[in-house]
T-cell receptor
Framework: AQSVTQPDIHITVSEGASLELRCNYSYGATPYLFWYVQSPGQGLQLLLKYFSGDTLVQGNTGFEAEFKRSQSSFNLRKPSVHWSDAAEYFCAVGASNTGTASKLTFGTGTRLQVTL | DAGITQSPRHKVTETGTPVTLRCHQTENHRYMYWYRQDPGHGLRLIHYSYGVKDTDKGEVSDGYSVSRSKTEDFLLTLESATSSQTSVYFC??????????????FGPGTRLTVL
């Protein structure tokens, strides 16, 4: 069975500072990895995903994530944080069972606070 | 945003009563999922469906049942609500490639309180 660890429950950064959110996964086969963001009172929105190929994936909001197989990690980064990035971030790993739906296993989330 | 609605958005009920939550999609996606979100646990899969009348259990299915009679609707029923089922419930959909590359899109959530 797969699992995801997000070791940081809460992170505070200043606006304009760089950000790195950590994600470690455990999965026996090729992992399919996702980052979702959740604003207060909202559902989850997909930030970016990694299936194969280039290990550095870019989102369309300035976020990027790097897959490192040797470290079983998929950390999320942003070079300069904006106050609107304050939200909760979830890392997830996808697995598949032949003939049935893919299943996502989520980490417990990291809440990002941005100070002005 | 994916066309996913959930109803009701908020509900307060009493222990022992049955509760049904509805997820409706306009994307014609094959797969639908129900998750619960609790502090310290992230999202956990309750049940999912891979087609009309085809459903399977997730990791926290005890006390829940589901039904899917139409592609667009996926119902989650708490047969006899308990306080431990107080949570935020999310529906998700995916196209259904049957692989881990299937991207899931989430609804806005239903906040359920069981007194």
């Amino acid at each position: 069975a797969q699992s995801v660890t997000q070791p940081d429950i809460h992170i505070t950064v200043s606006e304009g500072a760089s950000l790195e959110l950590r994600c470690n996964y455990s999965y026996g086969a090729t992992p399919y990895l996702f980052w979702y963001v959740q604003s207060p009172g909202q559902g989850l929105q997909l930030l970016l995903k990694y299936f194969s190929g280039d290990t550095l994936v870019q989102g369309n909001t300035g976020f990027e994530a790097e897959f490192k197989r040797s470290q079983s990690s998929f950390n999320l980064r942003k070079p300069s944080v904006h106050w609107s990035d304050a939200a909760e971030y979830f890392c997830a790993v996808g697995a598949s069972n032949t003939g049935t739906a893919s299943k996502l296993t989520f980490g417990t989330g990291t809440r990002l606070q941005v100070t002005l | 945003d994916a066309g996913i609605t959930q109803s009701p958005r908020h509900k307060v009920t009493e222990t022992g009563t049955p509760v049904t939550l509805r997820c409706h999609q306009t994307e014609n996606h094959r797969y639908m999922y129900w998750y619960r979100q609790d502090p310290g646990h992230g999202l956990r899969l309750i049940h999912y469906s891979y087609g009309v009348k085809d459903t399977d259990k997730g990791e926290v299915s005890d006390g829940y049942s589901v039904s899917r009679s139409k592609t667009e609707d996926f119902l989650l029923t708490l047969e006899s609500a308990t306080s431990s089922q107080t949570s935020v419930y999310f529906c998700a959909i995916s196209e259904g490639r049957g692989t881990g590359t299937d991207t899931q899109y989430f609804g806005p959530g239903t906040r359920l309180t069981v007194l």
